[in-house]
């Protein structure tokens, strides 16, 4: 079976629109949210948020196929994460041609151009909607658009799993490279749900921190006793799923080795996840067990990238499907959620995710869960409070649950074939 292998990285977040200064902030616990700017929101009850500012145009207006204002901020997020991730793999960033493809993951991509759309349809008419309304807004916009920048002529689609999509998408992508379809895809994750709707309407299910509006670098508590609620954020992680074959073929080097992916669905409730992690427990095991590994033997070796929302449901849930899977070794776990400096990403965390996880076994540092102050006796593990650490790990688990009861988990391995490794 064709070995996968993490070939590039790209970022675009509230923490930072390149790889390296993502890195940066997130080992030294800088927290990426703050009042949003871009929307008033003043009127809502959420008015914070980990927005993206500032990005670079001409790496996304890269030819003339692609353009900004043709594009929601879903798909300009992803053609500037896809930009960078070729190029830190070293693959062409023109003419690419089929033996790549693009399967990316999004939640509620093209919110924005909707919410704006509508608007001008109900205030100014019919004839004032934008002709490029659906091409900037359908699901399948974002891989749409990568394609066309980079000249990619494989498959090209979207996953769509709220919470869990680009968990999905990456699990589809090593599938993909597995049964001989592609020598590398472009995978990973995107989203811009930053919108008045958006924050309305999580805010209003009460799935959403309400009392921090004062202090948001403060706001979300994964696993702290005084969590209440996640706060959205904005913005892709792309990375470069590449064969063996063709990583070597053209002397090319890995963040990290991915081994293997599982999901299930909890059949519970739509919006709720089943408080005993039943299924998420089954995906983590498929995981585990399809990767080969024993839990009881690799606890003391293993990162576990939490899905950490900052709600009383998740952090207990999640924790209880990890002692149940792991039993006393549960407690050699090194467990963080980096939802806690960037906020919920929604389509694009599970990506975020996976890339802090390269990045750590790489350079054996592992990011913090900062704001935690008050332990939760429903949540007794390891969660690199507040400070990252100086591990060697071999390797990461990443877990992902989404509103429709999904339930993802990869597991990725630190490259050991010297020729292979990152320096």
Known sequence: MERIFISGLGLVTCLGNDRETFWNNLTTGVCGLDTLKIHDTTDLPVNIGGEVLKVDRSRINVNDKVAMKKMDR????????????????????????????????????????????????????????????????????PPGNVSLAFGIQGTAYTTSSACSSSGHAMIDAMHYLRRGDAEFVVTGGTEASLTRLGIASFSNMKAMCRNRNDEPKVSMRPFDSDRSGFIMAEGSSILIFETE?????????????????????????????????????????????????????????????????????????????????????????????????????IGAACAVEMSACSMALTRGLLPPTINYETPDPDCDLNYIPNTAIEKDVRYAINNSFGFGGHNVSLVIKKVEDDDLKRC
């Open 74 to 141: 879903a798909s300009q997020f992803a053609v500037l994460a896809a930009h960078e991730a070729l190029e830190d793999a070293g693959l062409p960033t023109s003419d690419i041609g089929e033996d790549a493809a693009v399967i990316l993951g999004a939640g509620l991509a093209g919110l924005e151009t909707y919410e704006y759309q509508m608007e001008r349809l109900l205030t100014k008419g019919p004839s004032r909607v934008s002709p490029f309304t659906i091409p900037m807004l359908m699901p399948n916009a």
């Open 245 to 345: 074959s063709h990583l070597r073929k053209r002397g090319g080097t890995a963040w990290a080795e991915v081994i293997s992916g599982a999901s299930t669905s909890d059949s519970y409730h739509l919006v709720q996840p089943d408080p005993e992690g039943r299924k998420a427990i089954v995906a983590i095991k498929k995981a585990l067990d399809k990767a080969g590994l024993n839990p009881a033997d690799i606890a003391d070796q293993a990162y576990v990238s939490a899905h950490g929302t900052s709600t009383k449901f998740n952090d207990s849930m999640e924790t209880v499907a990890l002692k149940q899977i792991f039993g006393d070794a549960a407690q050699k776990l090194q467990i963080s959620s980096i939802k806690s400096m960037l906020g919920h990403m």
